[in-house]
């Protein structure tokens, strides 16, 4: 019982240390697949933002991804100009890394992944301060709810 108890505390302190080390940015990203059209200025920008943030990126240009983003969970509502698939998720349009990063950290349950809809000003890619935007979260069938708002 006790060499059982010490083998759980030792998986527990493993388990916190990775999180704690992979927080602060030692340890690396998973990588990162951005879907977006080869002419989408904004794309290009937001795949060199987050690429800045730590993740390595590959890009996939598509002239078209739509039925893609529904098979992902993406719906009409949800919809920006790029998808990118990063550690199991889906981040549709202008995501800031800090809030992929932290669905990385924590994923929730039933969480399918993050969207920020349409082409807010001011989000990662956009530059354009001043807009105040939401970030929803969303499951399989894409259903969702606000994340975050910045």
């Known amino acids: 019982m006790l060499k059982l108890r010490s083998s759980v505390a030792v998986i527990v302190l493993i388990a916190g240390v990775t999180l704690t080390a992979w927080r602060s940015g030692s340890t690396p990203l998973p990588a990162m ?5 080869r002419s989408c200025g904004c794309c290009a ?3 060199e933002y987050i690429q ?3 993740f390595t990126v590959t890009v996939d240009n598509q002239d078209e991804f739509t039925a893609l983003k529904r098979a992902n969970g993406v719906t009409k509502e949800l919809e920006s100009c790029h ?12 995501v800031p890394a800090d809030l ?5 950290v924590e994923k929730p349950a039933g969480v399918k992944g993050l969207a920020a809809p349409g082409m807010p000003a001011s989000a990662p890619g956009m530059d354009m301060p001043g807009q105040h935007y ?3 979260s969303f499951d399989a069938q894409g259903h969702s709810k606000v994340y975050a708002q910045r």
């Open 52 to 54: 800045k943030a730590g």
């Open 134 to 136: 939401t970030i929803y």
């Open 45 to 47: 920008k937001w795949t």
């Open 83 to 94: 998808t990118a698939f990063v550690g199991g998720y889906v981040i549709e349009g202008h």
């Open 100 to 104: 992929v990063k932290k669905l990385l």
């Open 33 to 37: 697949r951005v879907v977006k059209s």
